[in-house]
């Protein structure tokens, strides 16, 4: 489990916004919330088109992927780094309210 923990550290992982920002809402829904609001919250389609907001401003505005020599954004490519980093912060904020939930008991 440390050897885990560890390897998030050391490859940098953990450093991404998208992912911190899983990790810490994750930890708060597991602290604060009950299982019932939670599910309510999980069911609501307002919070997908945030995270996905979020994630996609994130992408255009700090890392923006450029075509070969620099000079085009390769759209794309970008739009994928936004898909995957909304599908990171969904893996960071259910993965870290089962840490949670594996260390309470």
Same mark, same amino acid.
């Given at each position: 489990?440390?050897?885990?923990? *560890? ?6 992982? &953990?450093?991404?916004?998208? #992912?911190? %920002?899983?990790?810490?809402?994750? $930890? =708060? ?11 309510? *919250? ?6 997908? &088109?945030?995270?996905?907001? #979020?994630? %996609?401003?994130?992408?255009?505005? $700090? =890392? ?42």
């Amino acid at each position: 489990m440390f050897k885990g923990i *560890i390897a998030l550290f050391t490859s940098g992982a &953990i450093f991404n916004p998208l #992912v911190l %920002l899983g990790i810490i809402s994750g $930890f =708060a829904a597991v602290i604060k919330l009950k299982p019932e609001q939670i599910r309510d *919250i999980c069911g609501d389609e307002r919070w997908y &088109i945030g995270v996905a907001v #979020v994630a %996609l401003l994130y992408t255009i505005v $700090f =890392a923006k992927i450029y075509k070969e020599g620099g000079d085009e954004v390769d759209w794309s490519a970008t739009l994928g780094l936004a898909v995957w980093n909304f599908v990171k912060y969904f893996m960071a904020f259910f993965l870290s309210m089962s840490f949670v939930m594996l260390v309470s008991f």
